[in-house]
């Protein structure tokens, strides 16, 4: 569906599916991983990852001194029943990733969130997948 535009009824069906994650990516824990079974050949997996840049403001928030921290580069990965990367988008301009593959083969797949360059910054994120038809696609 392009930018500015909600397909509604996909994120009903991700809610209801609970097709979804957050958590907190830390200088501890750079990487996390996420299975999911797939179950017949011939479907699409599309997965966004969204983080969260982080400011730092004066004490006072009156002077305008906001100082931009580096964005953090985030990085995501499909991973398929042999181990295989099959897929990865790893941008690192911004804090959006996305990941639009056509499965080949059932079985179980793993999702792979990896925080490239390790700050010391906690850096939150949200996941979301949906698995479908490519048919309809």
Known sequence: YGAGLLDTWTA???????????GVLTSTTT?????????????????SLAFLKSVSASSSHNDD???DVEL???DLYLI??????????????NNIE??????????????????????EEDVFYGLAWTIYDSILS
């Open 65 to 67: 001194d906001v100082t």
């Open 12 to 22: 009903c069906q991700i809610v209801d599916n609970e097709n979804y994650e957050d």
């Open 98 to 119: 996305i990941i639009d593959y056509e499965l080949e083969d059932h079985g179980e797949y793993t999702i792979e969130v990896d925080q490239y360059n390790t700050t």
């Open 72 to 74: 953090p580069d985030v």
């Open 80 to 93: 398929d029943p042999d181990g295989r990367i099959v897929a990865s988008s790893t941008t690192s301009n």
């Open 31 to 47: 990487s996390i991983e996420h299975t999911i079974d797939v179950n017949r050949n011939h479907e699409r997996i599309r997965i």
